[in-house]
């Protein structure tokens, strides 16, 4: 019996068990300061009614001996998937109903969607950028080759005529930068890789912040992705289904390599491999695209955005480098004073007794750089943003 040895490959995420020790400590030695953490990555405001009033009807269906319903279709209820091309339509995209994959949210697609490439095929990756994508190619024991983020390309790196891969990853609007990729930019890398014949697994799980109306919130608002992307979205940051689990994923009939459709592929692995998502999530999935559903969330998304805005003000008073906040629940900004990421950690909690993200807990360029999140409380981002201006970096 052999294990597979490329997880003995993993490096241990300590992040968040570090920060963990690190607020414990300090609040040990300050008992009576107050904390306010701006580094979680969960959002805080609950479901909307559209939501919760879906839920419950769904629950009162499956009690009953008429309306029960058990295993579904593998691949998503169609009153669902329906939904999803509709939404779709309202940004003049249109796909096909058999293109829409329901999953029980992207970081299980993300992972799982290897399954269908084999694992000779060179993957790239940005750096930094969520840890999933690297770690899942690990497990497989994929070659990974890192793109640079940095300051001079907004942490939104682009291919060049020597850049060679298989597969890669693009996130947009970015976990942890927050920055955006335009239409122009994503058309550079789809015309690299079906130049190549590579393909793009492209993340829009932060799709809904866009604000920009210029700024592409698919991939297939760019000509020929179809024949080149997959994209991965959710439900969790959107709608607030962290704990509820839903998300979709597109796997267009356009998209072919080696002879092979790739949509029959993750169809024939989805049925394989997993049973779907709960009726009663999938009927509340539903109410989100309705229009009260959308109106409601949308006010859920502008409380973040407006977070975001206050922290995106106080750094651009400060003078202080970032990317991120006006399209994004994230904010990325560069340690002040040349500080490790860890350093600044630091000097946040003991000056101002805030809670950031290390950028180094997402790729060795994140280091000396900082993540703060919107997805707090209005009160705690403004007492926060308060305690920053009172600060001498
Ligand atoms: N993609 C990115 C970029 C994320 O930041 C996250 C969650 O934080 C996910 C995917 C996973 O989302 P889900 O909750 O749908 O699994």
Known sequence: MK??????????SYLFSLIAKKVDEFRNQHPQKDIIRLGIGDVTLPLVPAVVDAMHRAVSEMGNAETFKGYGEEQGYA???????????KKGIMIDIDEVFISDGAKSDLGNILDIFDTDNKVIIPDPVYPVYVDTNIMAGREIIFINGNVHNNFLPLPDESLDGDIVYIC???????AVYTREQLKI????????????LFDSAYEAF?????LPTSIYQIPGAKSCAIEFCSLSKTAGFTGTRC?????PFELERSNASLNKLWLRRQTTKFNGVPYIVQRGAEAVFTETGLKQIKDNIDYYIDNAGIIADTLTELGIWFTGGRNSPYIWLKCPNNMSSWEFFDFLLYNCKIVGTPGIG????GEGFFRLTAFGKRQNVT????RIRQTKF
């Open 189 to 200: 890398w789809v015309d690299w890789a079906l130049e190549r014949q590579a393909v793009i």
């Open 3 to 12: 294990i597979n040895s490329n997880y003995l490959k993993l490096k241990d």
């Open 362 to 365: 997402f790729g060795n360029k």
């Open 247 to 251: 998300g979709y994923t597109v796997v």
């Open 210 to 214: 866009i604000q920009d109306n210029n």
């Open 172 to 178: 947009s609007p970015n976990n942890p930068t927050g």
């Open 383 to 386: 007492e926060a943003m308060v």
């Open 79 to 89: 009153f669902l998937r329906q939904a999803v091309c509709n939404y779709y339509a």
